[in-house]
């Protein structure tokens, strides 16, 4: 898995910008969505992963196991309406993303659990119990 992370940075004449194009309004950036931040922890009993995704529901996530692909996936549409004596104010935001993460022989799949709490989505990918047995076999020789 390859995570790659973009920045842009800000400059002095992109905020003169900001400011001489959107003189009346409050400058404000408007949000920038990407894929969010994860983090990937193996522990003796299980695999863990946590997604940062601060403001969501824990409607708006769709967690699919197909194969050995586990597939993270959120939608949440958000419209606000401002309607007051003498305008209107209308804004939309959209936001959607998906991550896939490629499973290892020795996760439990029917064991998978999830919960979000505090802006985190936590999920853990129990392993299996994987005994190795030490007892001697004779192998016979055709």
């Known amino acids: 898995m390859k995570l790659v992370k973009f920045n842009e940075p800000v400059t002095f004449s992109n905020l003169l910008d900001n400011?001489?194009?959107?003189?009346?309004?409050?400058i404000v950036e408007p949000k920038k969505w990407t894929v969010p931040a994860v983090n990937v922890t193996d522990n003796?009993?299980?695999?863990?992963?946590?997604?940062?995704?601060?403001?969501?529901?824990?409607?708006?996530?769709?967690?699919?196991?197909?194969?050995?692909?586990?597939?993270?996936?959120?939608?949440?549409n958000e419209e606000k309406c401002d309607?007051?004596?003498?305008?209107?104010?209308?804004?939309?935001?959209?936001?959607?993303?998906?991550?896939?993460?490629?499973?290892t022989d020795d996760i439990d799949r029917e064991g998978i659990d999830a919960k979000y709490e505090n802006?985190?989505?936590?999920?853990?990918?129990?392993?299996?119990?994987?005994?190795?047995?030490k007892a001697t076999k004779k192998i016979d020789i055709k």
């Open 19 to 26: 400011f001489f194009t959107n003189s009346f309004e409050p």
């Open 44 to 76: 003796e009993k299980n695999y863990e992963i946590e997604l940062a995704v601060p403001g969501m529901k824990k409607e708006d996530f769709n967690i699919d196991l197909e194969d050995d692909l586990l597939t993270i996936s959120c939608s949440k």
């Open 83 to 103: 309607n007051k004596k003498n305008y209107t104010r209308q804004e939309f935001c959209y936001y959607n993303f998906s991550r896939s993460f490629n499973l």
């Open 119 to 133: 802006g985190v989505l936590n999920i853990i990918l129990p392993k299996k119990d994987l005994k190795i047995s």
